[in-house]
């Protein structure tokens, strides 16, 4: 076959294309630090990195969805301990109030102060966070305690089939994996809770020192049902902690498969970057004498 000028020019523009095509390829990955730019440059890479993006997309919804969670049981922690605090008081103000030293007048003091103490109960029960109730299980846009004075919890609550159904507010924090956030409306704020402490403070203002009688027993039976469901709070946030570190360490596994699978190793392309210009220098000398000579060249 014969080879023509033409010919030897049209191979050196075609490989001096490609040669541009390539330095433009690892020109772009040393710019963006990324093996591909579009899904045509590597079809394997592009497809892994929807699969990978999309986990970490999980990973990151389920970090926002335990912080939620550590909202949701941080309240209802920091709730019932001002809960307990004030039944705490209470206790110490029946004991003082059974004195058989104290005039009328001294217990009438003492049950306005318990009769504080049970608006506190009352607010502390109706705790909104982000415009919730956490205290009143999955109904959480209505309050637990309807009525303040006197206190009179939602019929949800009194309830046991009811309360069965609300008690149950769930989170996920992993695929699969949910967590009871709630505490149990019907073992923190019940009827009975504040049953106890109005009967309490009735007795003390009517000097009624034999209603007293029997009340310490049925203070310490709320307060001990209150203290059972802190401590299952309590074990379930340590739950949420171990939770959040495995989320912490699958984020990490998540970010460096990612990693490995679209970010470019830079060493590497700065050295096919500078092997490529060397090759595209030749080529442009060779095409330059390939090319150069012209009939005018011959006829000089």
């Given at each position: 076959?014969r080879?023509?000028?033409?010919?030897?020019a049209?191979?050196?523009?075609?490989n001096?294309?490609d040669s541009?095509?390539?330095?433009?390829?690892?020109?772009?990955?040393?710019?963006?630090?990324?093996k591909?730019?579009?899904?045509?440059d590597?079809?394997?890479?592009?497809?892994?990195?929807?699969?990978y993006?999309?986990d970490l997309?999980?990973?990151?919804?389920?970090?926002?969805?335990?912080?939620?969670?550590?909202?949701w049981?941080?309240n209802?922690?920091?709730?019932m301990?001002?809960?307990?605090?004030?039944?705490?008081?209470?206790?110490?103000?029946?004991?003082?109030?059974?004195?058989?030293?104290?005039?009328?007048?001294?217990r009438?003091?003492?049950?306005?102060?318990?009769g504080?103490?049970?608006?506190?109960?009352?607010?502390?029960?109706?705790?909104?966070?982000a415009g919730?109730?956490?205290?009143?299980?999955?109904?959480?846009?209505?309050?637990?305690?309807?009525?303040?004075?006197?206190?009179?919890?939602?019929?949800?609550?009194?309830?046991?089939?009811?309360?069965k159904?609300?008690?149950?507010?769930?989170?996920?924090?992993?695929?699969?994996?949910?967590?009871?956030?709630n505490?149990n409306?019907?073992n923190?704020?019940?009827q009975?809770?504040?049953?106890?402490v109005?009967?309490?403070q009735?007795?003390?203002e009517?000097?009624?020192?034999?209603?007293?009688?029997?009340?310490?027993?049925?203070?310490?039976?709320?307060m001990?049902?209150?203290?059972?469901?802190?401590?299952?709070?309590?074990?379930?946030s340590?739950?949420?902690d171990?939770?959040?570190?495995?989320?912490?360490?699958?984020?990490?596994?998540?970010?460096?498969?990612?990693?490995?699978n679209?970010?470019?190793?830079?060493?590497?392309v700065?050295?096919d970057?500078?092997?490529?210009?060397?090759?595209?220098?030749?080529?442009?000398?060779v095409?330059?004498?390939?090319?150069?000579p012209?009939?005018?060249?011959?006829?000089?």
């Amino acid at each position: 076959m014969r080879i023509t000028q033409s010919m030897l020019a049209s191979n050196s523009l075609r490989n001096l294309s490609d040669s541009y095509l390539k330095m433009g390829k690892l020109q772009n990955q040393l710019s963006t630090g990324k093996k591909i730019t579009k899904p045509s440059d590597d079809p394997v890479v592009a497809m892994k990195g929807m699969f990978y993006r999309s986990d970490l997309t999980s990973v990151d919804q389920y970090k926002r969805n335990l912080s939620e969670l550590h909202l949701w049981m941080d309240n209802s922690e920091a709730g019932m301990d001002q809960a307990n605090s004030g039944l705490q008081r209470v206790r110490e103000l029946v004991i003082e109030g059974q004195n058989g030293t104290l005039s009328p007048e001294d217990r009438k003091a003492i049950a306005v102060e318990v009769g504080q103490l049970k608006q506190d109960l009352v607010k502390t029960a109706n705790t909104q966070v982000a415009g919730r109730y956490i205290y009143h299980g999955t109904d959480v846009m209505n309050p637990p305690v309807e009525q303040e004075e006197p206190p009179v919890v939602a019929t949800n609550i009194t309830d046991p089939t009811q309360l069965k159904l609300i008690n149950n507010y769930q989170v996920e924090v992993s695929k699969g994996v949910n967590l009871k956030a709630n505490v149990n409306p019907g073992n923190v704020f019940s009827q009975d809770l504040f049953n106890v402490v109005g009967d309490i403070q009735t007795a003390l203002e009517t000097n009624n020192t034999s209603g007293l009688d029997g009340s310490l027993g049925k203070l310490d039976k709320v307060m001990d049902t209150m203290s059972a469901e802190r401590a299952d709070l309590g074990a379930r946030s340590n739950r949420l902690d171990m939770v959040e570190d495995r989320l912490g360490q699958q984020d990490i596994l998540a970010n460096q498969v990612l990693s490995d699978n679209e970010d470019a190793s830079i060493e590497k392309v700065i050295m096919d970057m500078t092997t490529q210009e060397s090759v595209h220098r030749a080529a442009l000398s060779v095409g330059s004498k390939i090319i150069q000579p012209t009939l005018m060249d011959f006829l000089r």
